[in-house]
């Protein structure tokens, strides 16, 4: 069975030349890309890979299958590849590197050795002539600045897209995994991160499942699921969460809206451990942990429950039986806390001293609102066609900008704000910023990006 990360990465262009040409162009160019893909790729990955890229071109018809006769490839090769005199821009133009460029973007995926594989695959289909011009778009792409001159015809948009698309496949694959007793919020601190509501996040919704959240690099509003029965693509968050939620073990490969999607980041999902009414939600989730790779784990405590007995027998467990690289303890729901509760200070002291009682080292403390930082994330994502809750928008936006105690990123190492900042260039957006910064979300990314 294939590999949901094989379906990680994709690529397309809001502002894709092809667009403004008429449809038989598009189906001839769309046609041979196929042809050209599946020369060295997976036939449904080919495929996947062009629904995506031939949605942004308004295409909306089945991609074929082309006849293999080489004198016929190379003929409709050449009407693609040809230079022509274009009456509405008034100049020759040509698509020669535009359709280099999309086969080695598309099917190379980032990946310089495989590129240089698909490109010898891609010759023998292709006439000498115009091989020079391959070459050129791989050096251009993998060996130096990529010139976005004339002839190339190549946007700074596409050029981003690949550049995206190769600083993710050049990352390391990192396992991060959440755990912790009931009713810590730490499903909603995953989705918060993800910035999609995907993980079951209420204590009536909780199940003995676990759920592998798989990051992609472009941004998209789809869905790819997997489990031990079949691979399912394109689906929206309703059909998503259904199959999480049926499913003993399952995968969901997605854009998070996070800086961590620019790396093959898998956050995983565990049961919480004191789930009295079914206590197989403890067995599953410690044998996860004893057993699988851990680059970086995440233990969620609420802060309104701190040193609960729960938390003393699962932590001792994994001292005792858990091997992971770094370990980072989240204090969640500080937002439920009230200003005459013990300080922030305070209870980052005192988390402290009990993980160094009970023999932790190395370890981080993370003060942060999963709440707090999903809902205000997701409004700042989609301010002008905002869905959602609109009085609790106002709410946290007043109790993180009025509140002193609550100014949560103060607790971390510094982080660039002004990129976290630089996509919401709004004026009307200057409160909920301040506020999603005091939330300690953006902090808390940061560092799961570092150690990643």
Known sequence: MEDLRDYSIYYYSEDHPLKEEKKEFKKLYLNLLNHCGCLYLNKNIVKYKLNIFKEKLNYDDEIEELDSDNKILKKLLKKVLKQYFKLTKLKFYTYRYIFIFDCLVLFGEGDKRNTQI?????????????????DEVFKNLYLEKFNLDRKFFVSEEMLNKFHTIRRFNESKETNIVFTATMSTGKSTLINAIIGKELAPSKATACTS???????CPIESDFYNYSDKNYIQTFLDLTDTKKLIGSSNYGYVNSYFNSILSEKKVNIIDTPGVDYSIDTTHGDITRNELKNLNIDLLVYVMSAQNFGAKGDDEHLRFIRENVKYKKFILAINMLDTSSPEDDSILEIISNIKKYLEKLEFKDFVIAPISGRGGLVLKKYLNNYNNFKGDLEEVEHFKKKFTRRRDLELGNFYPEINEGLVLEKYKNENLEEYLKAYINTGLANFEQILYNFA
Do not use: Q, T
């Not at 698909?118 to 000498?128: A, D, G, N, R, T």
């Not at 499942?209 to 990051?215: L, R």
């Open 209 to 215: 499942n676990i759920a592998n959240f798989m990051a």
């Open 118 to 134: 698909f490109m010898e695959e891609l010759k023998k289909i292709i006439v000498p002539l115009y091989h020079y011009e391959i």
